[in-house]
C-alpha cells in the first residue's frame, strides 16, 4: 500500500484528567494513511488513555480528534467502528467455546456492512451465506481457513492472537488500534504476528496504530513512532532516530532501547 501524507488522525491539544490525575496533557499528532505508527513510552505515560480517546471510550477533557479530517471528539465507539475505527485490547476477546468461523462470524455481524448486506440481499440465508463467504476469505488471508471448524479454546496462543485480528478485520477496518499484540508472544509467533499486520497494511489497505512494549517488534515493524512520557509528547520520529534519541534513552533508562 502507498504511504500518503494525508493524515488519517489528527490528535489536537489534548487532554484528559481522571479525577485529579492529569493522564494526557497537550497532546498533538498525526497518524498518515498507510503507515504502521508506533505509539510507545514507559508505564503510565498515556498510550492506552490516548487510544481510549481515539477510539471514543472516553471523551477527551480537552483539545480534539480528527478522523479523516472530521471532528470526531467524544462520539461513541460504535460510531467510529461504523467509519472503519476498529480497535483490539491486549490479551484476546475471543468466545473460547465457539469455532473459529463462528467467532469471525460473529465480528461480521457486529460490522455495519452486515447490515448493508443485509438491505441487499433481504433474506436471512443470503446473509448467512454472504458472512461465511467473507469469514471464509479472511481466515484464508491470515492462513486459518484450516482450523475453521476447531474449537477456539483449543488453538495456540499465536493462533488465537490471529484469529483476534481476523474478527477485527471483519469489521472491515480503515484504521486499526491494536494494544500490544505481541504481548506474550514467544520470538516465532512474534515474528508471524509482523508478517499478518504488514500484509493487513499492504493487501488490505488499512493503516495501523500500535501500542508494543516489545521494541525489537516495534522498531522493526513501525514506520514512524510517537515517544510519550508523563501523558505528553516526548519526541516522533523513524525507529533509527527514536532508538538513538537521548531523551527517549533516558525516558526508559536505556535498557528496552538497547534491546532492540
Ligand atoms: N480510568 C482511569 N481512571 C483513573 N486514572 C486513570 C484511568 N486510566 C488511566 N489512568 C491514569 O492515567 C495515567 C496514564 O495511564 P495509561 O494507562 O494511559 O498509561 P500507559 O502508557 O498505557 O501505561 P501502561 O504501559 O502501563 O499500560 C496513569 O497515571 C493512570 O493511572
Redesign the pocket.
Known amino acids: 500500500m502507498m504511504q500518503t501524507q494525508t493524515p488519517i488522525i489528527e490528535v489536537r491539544d489534548l487532554g484528559r484528567i ?2 485529579g ?1 492529569v ?1 494526557i496533557n497537550d497532546l498533538s499528532l498525526t497518524v498518515r494513511e498507510g503507515t504502521i505508527h508506533g505509539l510507545i ?1 514507559p ?8 487510544f481510549n480517546v481515539i477510539s471514543g471510550f472516553y471523551p477527551p477533557s480537552r483539545g480534539k480528534i480528527l478522523y479523516c479530517g472530521e471532528d470526531v471528539s467524544g462520539r461513541p465507539t460504535s460510531a467510529l467502528a461504523e467509519r472503519g475505527l476498529i480497535r483490539t485490547f491486549q490479551g484476546t476477546t475471543l468466545f473460547h467455546e465457539f469455532t473459529v468461523i463462528e467467532n469471525v462470524l460473529l465480528g461480521c455481524h457486529r460490522s455495519a456492512k452486515a447490515g448493508v448486506v443485509s438491505r441487499i440481499l433481504g433474506t436471512d440465508r443470503n446473509i448467512e451465506a454472504a458472512a461465511r463467504a467473507k469469514a471464509y476469505e479472511i481466515l484464508e488471508f491470515l492462513n486459518l481457513a484450516h482450523l475453521a471448524d476447531e474449537l477456539t479454546a483449543n488453538l495456540s496462543h499465536g493462533h488465537q492472537r490471529a484469529l483476534g485480528l481476523a474478527v477485527a478485520l471483519a469489521a472491515e477496518p480503515r484504521l486499526l488500534l491494536l494494544d500490544e499484540p505481541f504481548t506474550g508472544m514467544n520470538p516465532e509467533e512474534t515474528r508471524q504476528m509482523i508478517q499478518l499486520v504488514r500484509r493487513i497494511r499492504e493487501e488490505q489497505r488499512v493503516t495501523i496504530m500500535l ?1 508494543e ?1 516489545d521494541m525489537q517488534a516495534v522498531m522493526g515493524l513501525c514506520d514512524i513512532i510517537t515517544v ?1 512520557n508523563f ?1 505528553t509528547l516526548l519526541t516522533e520520529g523513524t525507529p533509527e532516530e527514536v532508538r538513538t534519541n537521548p531523551a527517549v534513552i533516558e525516558a526508559y533508562l536505556g535498557t528496552a532501547i538497547d534491546a532492540a
Open positions: 481522571f479525577g490525575i493522564a513510552g508505564n503510565g505515560a498515556g498510550k492506552t488513555t490516548t501500542i512494549h510519550l501523558g
